[in-house]
């Protein structure tokens, strides 16, 4: 939807993205004020029944606005992120408020600085609108915790949005800012963007460097990305992230690409109205003049899925026992955790010793077959989730395609490009069963800009992507 001088009423700047706000701004057809005061009444109108947020900071979000509507104004915006209306996970600093983590342990008092992602965003001159929602320590693939109970998706509220940026997800798709900022540990962004009909980016490891934030409990394969309604909003968000443009000359742009296209890993099910959407996308790449090579199964990333919970799970065994107040926090995290980061910290525990080695181990050994696959691919395509979504409040589904499943066979797809460091976008190919569903997207080290400017290119080509809303953001 493009913007116009008639569209003053809240519900229509809710629908507008990051691009199309600033170029209303830039014409003067509204204001940073009249976005800001629209997204935060639209969070005050969904907050209720979808529990995006953890806190909303009204009064620096208007301070913000109201700057940034004095430098459009006078011709001096700082970039086409000036004034655009976010939200931050609640796992990065943002100085002025709390950082919960999703836990009763953290957020005793606001921060005193942004992490450097949240400064750099701010130095921008984003309206930081405040913390969304995630499952306790961001470990699980919904969003519910005790501290702040659960984040229900837009599409259906009975349903989860995904994790752990699931309330990052919810309040895009609710029209609560047309960006957030989340991180990615294993598919915490791509996952939920599937499930709330988003696009959602997780950039090449170190594309976007972290400094002053929370401790890293997933090392460096967790980092920092975005979802939006568009690719181009959030490759606006992802260029002030990395400090430097993320742009493909167009006639890279334009050309034919040698597409892998993986439509299961072997020995988990697919929805079956997922594995279908996969394969009609697959097929209309394929007419667009793209060279789809279909692999039926692909099993080079299946130890490193079977080991990828060990991460997590040493990294909370670490947490309790490393940071200041040991071992009184050891037993604060046994009292005050949710039964989720209970059961994550003992399995922690109980790791032995080589299990980290043999992880990283079965990385190497990943990262070295991925290379090979790169001289004779461009891109790898690969369903979002395994799984449509779910209850809201179960943390995974237990039957997928008719067959019953574990805790991580609905994310099987995700946690490789985090493994390996590879950069990967989720795009929204339309509904199934009434609800959202996404294809992956994964480049090459380093491809980050082809990746978006591919992704970008083929949104606009191909009739199932086009840009669905739940219906109560729906036009008129």
Not at 213 to 220: T, V
Not at 355 to 360: C, E, I, V
Not at 436 to 452: E, F, R, S
């Amino acid at each position: 939807m493009e913007p116009s001088a008639q569209m003053d009423a809240a519900g229509d700047l809710c629908r507008l993205g990051a691009a199309a706000l600033a170029d209303g701004y830039r014409r003067g057809a509204f204001t940073p004020v009249d976005a800001a005061l629209a997204c935060l009444a639209r969070i005050e109108q969904c907050q209720p029944t979808i529990n995006a947020m953890t806190a909303v900071a009204v009064h620096s979000a208007l301070e913000a606005a109201h700057a940034s509507a004095r430098r459009w104004a006078a011709g001096a915006a700082w970039g086409m992120l000036d004034g655009i209306p976010l939200t931050v996970k609640d796992n990065l600093h943002v100085r002025g408020m709390p950082t919960t983590w999703g836990s009763r342990l953290y957020g005793a008092g606001p921060e005193a600085a942004d992490e450097l992602p949240v400064a750099r965003l701010r130095a921008a001159g984003a309206v930081l609108l405040g913390k969304s929602n995630l499952p306790e320590f961001a470990m699980q693939g919904y969003t519910s915790n005790l501290r702040f109970g659960t984040t229900r998706n837009p599409w259906d509220v009975r349903l989860t949005p995904g994790g752990s940026s699931g309330g990052a997800a919810a309040a895009v798709a609710s029209g609560c800012g047309p960006l957030a900022l989340a991180t990615d540990g294993g598919g915490s962004i791509r996952r939920p963007a599937a499930h709330c009909g988003l696009f959602g980016f997780k950039p090449s490891a170190g594309l976007v460097p972290r400094q002053g934030g929370l401790p890293e409990i997933f090392l460096e394969y967790e980092s920092v990305g975005g979802l939006g309604r568009s690719v181009q909003d959030v490759r606006i968000m992802m260029e002030v992230l990395a400090a430097h443009p993320l742009r493909s000359p167009p006639s890279e742009v334009a050309a034919a690409r040698r597409i892998l296209y993986l439509p299961r890993f072997a020995g988990v099910e697919v929805d079956p109205g997922i594995a279908a959407n996969a394969q009609a996308v697959a097929r209309c790449l394929s007419r667009l003049g793209h060279v789809v090579v279909e692999q039926a199964t692909f099993n080079l990333a299946d130890a490193v899925n079977e080991l990828w919970p060990s991460l997590s799970a040493a990294g909370l065994a670490w947490l309790a026992q490393a940071q200041p107040g040991a071992p009184d926090r050891a037993n604060a995290f046994e009292q005050q955790c949710g039964a989720a980061a209970r059961a994550t910290l003992m399995a922690g525990r109980a790791l032995p010793g080589s299990a980290l080695y043999a992880l990283q181990r079965e990385v190497m050994l990943l990262r070295r077959a991925m290379a090979q696959l790169w001289h004779a691919h461009d891109f790898i395509l690969t369903p979002a989730t395994a799984a449509l979504p779910w209850a809201a409040d179960e943390a995974f589904p237990a039957i997928i395609g008719g067959r019953p499943a574990g805790p991580r066979d609905h994310a099987v797809f995700t946690a490789l490009a985090n493994a390996v460091g590879l950069p990967a976008i989720v795009i929204p190919t339309g509904l199934v069963a009434g609800l959202p569903t996404g294809m992956q997207l994964i480049a090459p080290h380093g491809a980050d800009a082809a990746l978006l400017a591919f992704a970008e290119h083929i949104a606009m080509e191909l009739p199932a992507l086009g840009m669905a809303m739940p219906p109560s953001l729906a036009p008129d």
